[in-house]
């Protein structure tokens, strides 16, 4: 027990042992599902909750509340959240999500939980406590019909939405709100499209003599989501070796033996580890010049001064001896230091039409050397459709005049701002009532499912809230506490008042 004094104890109690102590990596939803239903089975006999619950092919779970007496007329109100985590540690030993819970506390300030090196999954565990709890809570004694939906694998290609099945579930919504947006003060009314782009190479080996051998590794970045925290001065670690390698190859031969950076495409690389060779009678010469680059990114990264903290306070570049006794060829060692650091990353392009957001962005997220090939992961987000297409354009390009494959994963669509909504009125103002103070509306460069979810149910009005959440896709992801208990209040006020969603 961690989290038993906090408030509300209803949705703290779920969120530690039902979400929390259940694994729930993305595209291994089976386990979250499983107690979901047993769970819920488990409440609806002990308080005869009336609670319907369906699921459909790809998995997603459908939850109904029929309305309490004389509520039967309002219109439902569909809740919805994802059942899977990004599964990031920072553990010497890793940390096994398949089959371990997340070994959740609250840090020493009593402000924040987080979790003891892992990702927190707050992201999105936070909204199906708070949904279920609201299914559940014998205080709200009036409602109309809600409807609950779970879908799967949200953090890896929104597979859940994309094969949403409204027909075979039943929902009847006309109204959502969205529980993964990640700030108390905002109520979020647009999001970014998306699209992985994959880079693939062949690649040809060779064993080579009088060569001296190094591992250049970067580790200690703060990381984060690659759509939330791009804007923030943090280094992504593919790119500062990249930057590296490819530099000193202007003087030096270099012959990679392996390169391993990232684990997620939305998510900021933490780490990056490169096996090289260069050739024996360099070695000296070689040590001070990437002594000299590494330097010059400490100065930028890890400086401090009176008015501006070091953005990346842990970061460690390293250089060891190594041995391996396989090579990339001469030219494909140079083709792949060059073009990791010509694939851009980080924000492309602030908005002119949404102020202090990112328009369009990019997160070279994964690059891993196997066997037979290397592959590259990245994942460029733009709020506007055809900025998107032009990246992956540019980036299909560049693939076609290095030589490499490039293939594209289906869009995320973008989700544009409606200011004038009537649903988004009526949110605002049940909203502020609790809040105490005028609340932002603001569209997020983090991708939502709700732009797939209304292709689904296209006369669908929505919205997005959640307690602050950050550092998500990172070890470091943290929840505020008393934000919690501010957002279950926001949602019951909604039930308790949706009879005024029409006249807003």
């Known amino acids: 027990m961690v989290l038993e004094k906090l408030e509300p104890k209803i949705v703290w109690h779920i969120f530690e042992h039902v979400i929390s102590s259940t694994p729930r990596p993305s595209k291994h939803e089976e386990m979250i599902r499983d107690k979901l239903k047993t769970w819920l089975g488990e409440q609806d006999k002990i308080d005869s909750l009336n609670l319907i619950i369906s699921e459909d092919d790809v998995g997603n779970l459908l939850i109904k509340k029929l309305p309490t007496k004389g509520m039967e007329g309002l219109p439902s109100l569909l809740l919805q959240a994802h059942m899977d985590m990004v599964c990031e540690t920072d553990k010497i030993v890793g940390f096994d999500f398949i089959t371990q819970g997340i070994p959740i506390r609250i840090q020493d300030n009593g402000e924040w939980i987080d979790a003891d090196g892992t990702t927190l999954g707050a992201d999105d565990g936070i909204g199906l406590a708070i949904a279920l709890a609201l299914l559940i809570d014998k205080s709200i004694e009036s409602h109309g019909p809600i409807e609950v939906l779970f879908t799967v694998n949200e953090e890896d290609g929104f597979t859940g939405a994309n094969g949403l099945n409204v027909n075979k579930l039943g929902i009847k919504s006309k109204f959502m709100i969205n529980l993964d947006s990640g700030s108390l003060d905002e109520i979020t009314i647009g999001s970014v499209g998306g699209r992985r782009v994959h880079f693939i190479k062949?690649?040809?080996?060779?064993?080579?003599?009088?060569?001296?051998?190094?591992?250049?590794?970067?580790?200690?970045?703060?990381?984060?989501?690659?759509?939330?925290?791009?804007?923030?001065?943090?280094?992504?670690?593919?790119?500062?070796?990249?930057?590296?390698?490819?530099?000193?190859?202007?003087?030096?031969?270099?012959?990679?033996?392996?390169?391993?950076?990232?684990?997620?495409?939305?998510?900021?690389?933490?780490?990056?580890?490169?096996?090289?060779?260069?050739?024996?009678?360099?070695?000296?010469?070689?040590?001070?010049?990437?002594?000299?680059?590494?330097?010059i990114l400490y100065d930028y990264y890890k400086k401090e001064s009176e008015t501006v903290k070091a953005f990346e306070p842990n970061m460690e570049i390293n250089l060891l001896p190594n041995n391996f006794t396989e090579f990339l060829s001469?030219?494909?060692?140079?083709?792949?230091?060059?073009?990791?650091?010509?694939?851009?990353?980080?924000?492309?392009r602030q908005s002119s039409i949404y102020k202090d957001f990112v328009e369009s962005s990019n997160n070279l997220g994964i690059l891993n050397i196997q066997k037979d090939q290397v592959e590259i992961w990245i994942y460029p987000r733009s709020i506007i459709r055809n900025e998107l297409h032009a990246f992956c354009r540019s980036m299909e390009q560049l693939g076609f005049l290095a030589g490499w494959e490039v293939e594209f994963r289906p869009i995320l669509p973008e989700w544009n701002p409606e200011r004038d909504s009537k649903f988004?009125?009526?949110?605002?103002?049940?909203?502020?009532?609790?809040?105490?103070?005028?609340?932002?509306?603001?569209?997020?460069?983090?991708?939502?499912?709700?732009?797939?979810?209304?292709?689904?149910?296209?006369?669908?009005?929505?919205?997005?809230?959640?307690?602050?959440?950050?550092?998500?896709?990172?070890?470091?992801?943290?929840?505020?506490?008393?934000d919690v208990k501010v957002i279950y209040d926001i949602l019951k006020n909604i039930l308790a008042n949706f009879r005024n969603v029409q006249d807003s």
């Open 202 to 295: 062949e690649l040809i080996w060779q064993k080579m003599e009088n060569l001296v051998q190094f591992k250049l590794s970067v580790s200690g970045l703060a990381g984060g989501h690659s759509g939330g925290d791009i804007h923030l001065p943090r280094a992504n670690a593919n790119k500062i070796i990249g930057r590296i390698i490819s530099n000193l190859n202007k003087d030096f031969d270099i012959f990679i033996s392996s390169w391993i950076g990232g684990t997620k495409s939305n998510a900021i690389p933490r780490g990056s580890v490169l096996d090289f060779a260069i050739k024996s009678q360099d070695s000296e010469r070689f040590k001070e010049a990437i002594k000299k680059e590494i330097s």
């Open 330 to 348: 001469i030219n494909d060692s140079k083709n792949l230091m060059h073009l990791v650091n010509l694939i851009p990353n980080g924000v492309l």
């Open 424 to 482: 988004l009125k009526f949110i605002r103002i049940e909203y502020e009532k609790v809040l105490g103070k005028p609340v932002k509306m603001e569209p997020t460069h983090g991708g939502l499912e709700t732009a797939t979810i209304r292709e689904k149910i296209p006369e669908l009005e929505m919205v997005a809230i959640s307690p602050t959440v950050v550092d998500g896709h990172s070890p470091s992801e943290k929840l505020k506490i008393q």
